[in-house]
């Protein structure tokens, strides 16, 4: 392990500027800043799915493993040319998807965020990781890239959309359905 931080603040991005875990500063508005920056936001998220009592254990087992796995693809984007999330991290998401997916019923319509505060916390977590997918293809299209990165990410966000539904029915009995307005 590294050095702890003993001071938070270091002044040094009072310049609009920040170091990259290789030593390199940038200004804060970079894609790859963006990028992992996103990632942390997606995690921060999913934590909050993880502060609501009562989920399913095999729910918070997933999550957690989740938080572990986006620090280190936040690492990954913090480090250029470091590789930390590879094609079985991926393989694992959609294992998970496929557990929590294969009870449910087929969706019929489209559903809304919602049906209790779990599950409307984990469809935030999922846009949030959206936004996070989206800020990797934008510092893809200009850096390389290893391709687990926007996969794991996207596997993501469709594994938080089926655990919400399984969070939905687990909290109020049922998803919020979309009806179209005339």
């Known amino acids: 392990m590294g050095n702890r931080l003993s001071r938070i603040y ?3 991005g009072d310049d609009g500027t920040t170091g990259l875990g290789d030593g390199t500063r940038v200004p804060k508005e970079h894609p790859r800043v963006e990028a992992y920056g996103s990632v942390d936001e997606a995690s921060s998220a999913i934590g909050m799915v993880l502060a609501v009592p009562g989920l399913p254990n095999a729910v ?9 796995e986006l620090f280190d693809l936040g690492g990954e984007l913090c480090i250029p040319g470091h590789r930390a999330i590879t094609d079985a991290h991926v393989t694992r998401l959609e294992h998970a998807l496929d557990g929590f ?12 965020p ?16 959206r936004r996070a997918e989206r ?3 934008e510092l893809a299209r200009t850096e390389p890239m290893a ?3 926007a996969q794991y990410l996207n596997r993501l966000s469709d594994l938080l959309f089926v655990v919400a539904r399984v969070l939905a029915r687990h909290e109020s009995g049922s998803e919020v359905l979309w009806r179209h307005q005339r």
């Open 101 to 112: 997916n294969e009870p449910l019923p087929p969706l019929k319509e489209f559903i809304l």
């Open 114 to 129: 919602g049906g209790g505060a779990a599950a409307s916390a984990c469809h935030l977590a999922r846009t949030i990781t």
């Open 10 to 12: 270091t002044r040094t």
């Open 60 to 68: 918070t087992e997933c999550l957690v493993e989740v938080q572990h």
């Open 147 to 149: 391709p687990p990165v």
């Open 135 to 137: 800020r990797v293809w």
